[in-house]
Structures are given as structure tokens and as C-alpha cells.
């Protein structure tokens, strides 16, 4: 075989080997982006847009960004306004905000979010299908908060955030005092899925409750006279927790299937009514304190300061209250109602509603009693 032959043959095989590492990056690459593109097809849950208009220096490529999940039902509006507000003043964090609502809701937040100071922040609106909770949702007339379909979001945040290995969940009655990057950096034990703010032992239940019997136990939520709740041998003494405010490990979340998990003690309550009948707070918790039962970390309790919704929320000082991290009118009373305490805090945060459809109650009635 001539020289010349050689050559040829060795620039043929060359040309081959080539094209063969070609075509497999190319497969690669068209796999990655068919992965990237199905996130937002997840049944029960349909992104609406995704605003990243926020000034350039605010938004450093070297900041991990922060996932902070809120619900905005059309009633509570104004609430989801405040506490978005107070956390984006409050931080230089790459903050994205995931904001939770029914079909019907999306219109008029946006028009509120674009109207005013809030137009540069980052965020994406995410339409909650109510189909998810067909079977899972008990219709209880003296339990009015189980037929709201946006409290039971915070129990599917892998899929509201489906590429974030860690993401906050807030209600929308808070107001963010400190930074949020403090509260997204809280430390999770290995193996835990959430940290949550106990009622036992939180800043707020040392300062604001006595005597309070069951409120703050499982046995306040649970039904320890069915069988079922028996055979899982949790102690009817043990510490409740606050899912008002919590910080996910979605990686850890989705190995353990959280979600399923609670859906399937959602089913359970449904089909043999596990819930206490004096439930002590929302019809989201008691599925959480089953799932998480001792396999939970802890947040700094001036991160879930409570109780500012109920009566005992009087008796704060306000050197207390300016010294809490996160604010939350826990409880029948709301800072845009009519006889919150400290609601003069949280309207510092409140952007009027350019539409007009949302507006304090309490202004209305001073307006009308000056009359």
C-alpha cells in the first residue's frame, strides 16, 4: 500500500470520528433542551409569564437566585402585594418570586405589579388547577378554609419550582422585616425535607400564650380516637409547627415524595375524617405534621413571628415587634381588616390597587366615621 493510500485512509477515518462526536453532542444537547422545554407542561399547573425587567446591576449571574412561593388568592390580594414588597426592599438577592393563583387573578396582578414600584422585580405567575384536589379536599361547612384551594399549594413546590434544588414558601399575611437570603441560608439536618417554626418553642409563644391546652400539640389537630392515627405512634403531646413559613430542600422533597405522601393522608382524611373536629388551625397542617413527624429542621423563630391575627397578638411590645424578622397575622384578624394589632406595620408595605378592586377595610370605616 502506497504512502498517498495511508494518508487518505487516515483522513478518511478522522473525518468519521468527527462526525460521530458531532452527532452525539448534538443528541446530547437536543436532549437537554426537550428536558428544559417539558418543565412547563406538568399537569395541574400552567405558567402565565415570567417578567425579568429588573435593573442589571440588581441581578449579579454569580447570586444564586432565592424561590419564594406565594399564594395570591383574588380576596387576599393586597396581602401577596405587602409581603412582596417588603421582602424586595429588604434584600439585594437574586430574588425570584412564584406567585400562586386561580385562572381569574392573573389579569388583575399583573396590572397591580406593572402599575407600581414593584415593576422591576423578577417573578412568574403559576395557575393553580383546582382539578389536583378532587378526592383529596373534605367539604366541611365548619372547616371554610378546607374548600380554598390555594392553601394546599405549598404541598406541590417541586412542580411549582420544578428546576430549584431549594425554594421558600411564605403565606400572605407576612410582612419581611430582614433579609431573606438570612432565612433562605437556614441549615436543614441531612435527610430533612423542611424547617419550620415550632409553637412550642418560638419567640412568639413565649411572649404571647399561657395556658393554651392543646392548640400547640398534635392532639389539637389529629383525631387520636381513630385507629389509624394510633397505629403511627405519634406522641398527642408532641410540639405542633407553623407551615405559614417554611424552607424546602426540593432535591430531598421530591427522593422522599412528599407530595404524594400528603396527598395520600388527604385522601385518608377524606375517606375516614382523621383531622381533629376542634382543629386548632388550618386543614393544611395536620397531613404536614404526619409527614414530617420528627424528620424536620427548625428556622430561627424570629423568622415566624405569630399570633399578630388574633387577640393575643396585642400583647407584643413594639420593641419586639421591630426586632422580628418576618411578621404574620396568623389568626381570624388581618392587617387589612378591621381590628388587627400592629397593622400600621404592615401598611407600610401596602400598595394601593391602581384597578381599585382591593382596598383596606379599615380606611373605608375611618373615612365613613369622619363623615
Known amino acids: 500500500m502506497s504512502f498517498r493510500k495511508v494518508n487518505i485512509i487516515v483522513l478518511v477515518l478522522v473525518v468519521v470520528l468527527f462526525l460521530l462526536v458531532l452527532h452525539h453532542n448534538f443528541l446530547g444537547l437536543s436532549s437537554l433542551l426537550r428536558n428544559e422545554v417539558s418543565d412547563s407542561g406538568i ?162 409563644t413565649k411572649v404571647v400564650i399561657r395556658g393554651a391546652g392543646n392548640q400547640y400539640n398534635y392532639i389539637g389537630y389529629l383525631d387520636y380516637k381513630k385507629e389509624r392515627i394510633r397505629k403511627l405512634s405519634m406522641k398527642a403531646s408532641t410540639c405542633s409547627f407553623n407551615p405559614g413559613v417554611f424552607v424546602a430542600n426540593l432535591t430531598e422533597w421530591k427522593r422522599q415524595n412528599i407530595t404524594n405522601q400528603l396527598e395520600k393522608w388527604m385522601k385518608l382524611n377524606v375517606e375516614e375524617g382523621l383531622y381533629s373536629r376542634t382543629l386548632a388551625g388550618s386543614t393544611t397542617t395536620p397531613p404536614l405534621l404526619i409527614v414530617f413527624y420528627q424528620q424536620h429542621s427548625t428556622i430561627d423563630p424570629m423568622w415566624n413571628v405569630r399570633h399578630l391575627g388574633s387577640s393575643a397578638g396585642k400583647r407584643y411590645s413594639p420593641q419586639f415587634v421591630k426586632a422580628a424578622k418576618l411578621l404574620h397575622w396568623n389568626g381570624h384578624f388581618k392587617p387589612w381588616g378591621r381590628t388587627a394589632s400592629y397593622s400600621d406595620v404592615w401598611e407600610k408595605w401596602y400598595i394601593p390597587d391602581p384597578t381599585g378592586k382591593f382596598s383596606l377595610i379599615r380606611r373605608h370605616m375611618e373615612i365613613s366615621n369622619t363623615k
Not at 51 to 67: K, L
Not at 75 to 88: C, E, P, T, V, Y
Not at 105 to 110: N, P, Y
Not at 121 to 145: N, S
Open 43 to 204: 399537569v395541574g399547573f400552567q405558567p402565565i409569564d415570567f417578567v425579568p425587567n429588573v435593573p442589571r446591576q440588581a441581578v449579579d449571574g454569580r447570586q444564586e437566585e432565592i424561590p419564594v412561593v406565594i399564594a395570591a388568592s383574588e380576596d387576599r390580594l393586597g396581602g401577596a402585594i405587602a409581603a412582596i414588597n417588603s421582602i424586595q426592599h429588604n434584600t439585594r438577592s437574586n430574588v425570584m418570586f412564584y406567585i400562586v393563583t386561580l385562572n381569574g387573578t392573573a389579569d388583575h396582578l399583573r396590572s397591580w405589579l406593572s402599575s407600581s414600584t414593584l415593576k422591576s422585580i423578577r417573578y412568574k405567575i403559576v395557575d393553580f388547577d383546582t382539578k389536583l384536589l378532587e378526592g383529596k379536599v373534605k367539604e366541611d361547612p365548619d372547616q371554610g378554609e378546607s374548600i380554598k384551594p390555594l392553601t394546599f399549594a405549598r404541598f406541590y413546590l417541586p412542580i411549582l419550582v420544578p428546576s430549584a434544588k431549594k425554594a421558600i414558601y411564605m403565606d400572605d399575611d407576612v410582612i419581611v422585616q430582614g433579609d431573606i437570603l438570612t432565612l433562605y441560608n437556614t441549615p436543614l439536618k441531612p435527610g430533612h425535607a423542611a424547617a419550620f417554626s415550632e409553637d412550642c418553642d418560638s419567640a412568639s
